[in-house]
């Protein structure tokens, strides 16, 4: 059973940085993506940033070049660095696992963590 734990959140003002930390445990295999989602209040999910196997990366527009997603495969750890924060980056951030053993994909998804952003 795949387990992750996130870390990092907390309150910030605007231009500000945070690094949100996504530990996983269990069997996490060869092929997958890891990634970071966020909810805002009265708003949908929405893919922030995802990191593949081989390191490949995408953003959400509105996060190119503030935010840099990374992992560090020895650690089980992915890190999501958020620099010049911005209040419309409030919300709960999801770590998000997806791995993928032939055909069947499993799918895995951390507590949450809150950022919040002030003006």
């Known amino acids: 059973q795949v387990q992750l734990v996130e870390s990092g959140g907390g309150l910030v003002q605007a231009g500000g940085s945070l690094r949100l930390s996504c530990a996983a445990s269990?069997?996490?295999?060869?092929?997958?993506?890891m990634g970071w989602y966020r909810q805002a209040p009265g708003k949908q999910r929405e893919l922030v940033a995802v990191?593949?196997?081989?390191?490949?990366?995408n953003y959400l527009d509105s996060v190119k070049g503030r935010f840099t997603i990374s992992k560090d495969d020895a650690k089980k750890t992915v890190y999501l660095q958020m620099n010049s924060l911005k209040p419309e980056d409030t919300g709960v951030y999801y770590c998000?696992?997806?791995?993928?053993?032939?055909?069947?994909?499993?799918?895995?998804w951390g507590q949450g963590t809150q950022v919040t952003v002030s003006s």
């Open positions: 990191i593949n196997t081989a390191g490949g990366s």
């Open positions: 998000n696992l997806r791995q993928w053993v032939t055909v069947r994909k499993y799918e895995y």
């Open positions: 269990g069997s996490i295999f060869s092929n997958n993506a």
